[in-house]
């Protein structure tokens, strides 16, 4: 008559190979957090009082000024697909914007 440990140890190998199976499955790569840049403040441009004489200066500023606008509204979006991505309710985000493809000249 056999012994009682055989099944046990049948069992016991059965049930470490379903836990070692387990372990290999792949896990989610999304990131955990928005990106840090994300959640930075960028200080608005400042004018250069002795440049508003200057029609070039006055042009950079506003330049500046809507570059720094475009990329606080591009952030925003970023975080909204993020938010939107983990389960957020009732976010209405932008898709990201296309990848523009290299100049050929």
């Known amino acids: 008559m056999r012994s009682l440990p055989f099944p046990m140890r049948f069992l016991l190998i059965a049930a ?13 790569t999304q990131a955990a957090f928005p990106s840090a840049a994300d959640l930075m403040v960028k200080p608005r441009p400042v004018a250069d009082p002795a440049g508003l004489t200057s029609e070039a200066a006055l042009d ?8 720094w606008g475009e990329d606080g509204w591009l ?13 957020m309710p009732n976010l209405d985000c932008p898709p990201p914007p296309e990848a523009t493809p290299p100049d050929p000249g």
Do not use: H
Not at 60 to 67: A, Q, S, V
């Open 60 to 67: 950079r500023y506003e330049t500046d000024l809507e570059l």
């Open 16 to 28: 470490s190979l379903a836990i070692v199976s387990g372990c290999s499955a792949t896990a989610s």
């Open 75 to 87: 952030q925003v979006a970023r975080l909204c697909r993020f938010f939107d991505e983990v389960g």
